[in-house]
């Protein structure tokens, strides 16, 4: 069973910045294509980036683009997101997921308890 543990939100200005971390466990983490989601009180949770398994490629939501990084350490089977210059608007609560491809990156395993990022103005 696949287990998601997300780590490193907290409460930052705007402008700052924080870098979350996703430790995975019960699969083949460095064949797992990785993605980052979140979730806005009151709105449907959304993507944020993936990164390719096999050429370690990234895709962003325009939203984060510039700003947003995401990595991954197959050693440790850990997934990052360096969130930079953040906005109010990122607000949110932020998941990871393993991801695959359907003409769109659609989360395939059952979600993490997230963590919760707050940006205050």
């Known amino acids: 069973q696949v287990q998601l543990v997300e780590s490193g939100g907290g409460l930052v200005q705007a402008g700052g910045s924080l870098r979350l971390s996703c430790v995975v466990s019960?699969?083949?983490?460095?064949?797992?294509?990785m993605g980052w989601f979140r979730q806005a009180p009151g709105k449907k949770r959304e993507f944020v980036a993936t990164?390719?398994?096999?050429?370690?490629?990234?895709t962003y939501a325009d939203s984060v683009k510039g700003r947003f990084t995401i990595s991954r350490d197959n050693a440790k089977n850990t997934v990052y997101l360096q969130m930079n210059s953040l906005k109010p608007e990122d607000t949110a609560v932020y998941y990871c997921?393993?991801?695959?491809?359907?003409?769109?990156?659609?989360?395939?395993?059952?979600w993490g308890q997230g963590t919760q990022v707050t940006v205050s103005s």
């Open positions: 997921n393993v991801v695959s491809y359907y003409g769109t990156y659609l989360p395939v395993q059952a």
């Open positions: 019960g699969r083949t983490f460095s064949r797992a294509a």
């Open positions: 990164v390719a398994s096999n050429d370690n490629s990234t």
